[in-house]
């Protein structure tokens, strides 16, 4: 569960709508020592994984697009590089 109030949009998204991953134009979600409100913690807990650093966002509709994300699998690796592409209704 994400800390109480943190956001509620992403607790509706992971857990009632049963998303995969959530990607953003932004680098990270880790909020360091600053604050208790690691969305990070959060999604990675639950087995499921971010996409940071997207561009074009601003092309794709807010709904009805199938998004494709491939990647390869580093062995003991903590980032890479990701193709992601939307194909549009």
Do not use: W
Request: net charge negative; proline share 9%; aromatic share 8%.
């Amino acid at each position: 569960m994400i800390p109480a109030g943190a956001c509620p949009v992403l607790e509706f998204l992971y857990e009632d709508r049963k998303i995969t991953a959530s990607g953003r134009e932004t680098t990270d979600t880790d909020p360091g020592l600053a604050t208790t409100k690691d969305l990070e913690t959060y999604i990675l807990s639950t087995n499921h994984y971010q996409i940071e650093l997207l561009t074009n966002l601003d092309q794709a509709p807010e709904s009805g697009a199938l998004v494709v994300v491939s990647f390869p699998k580093p062995k003991g690796g903590s980032g890479f590089p990701a193709r992601v592409f939307a194909i549009l209704p």
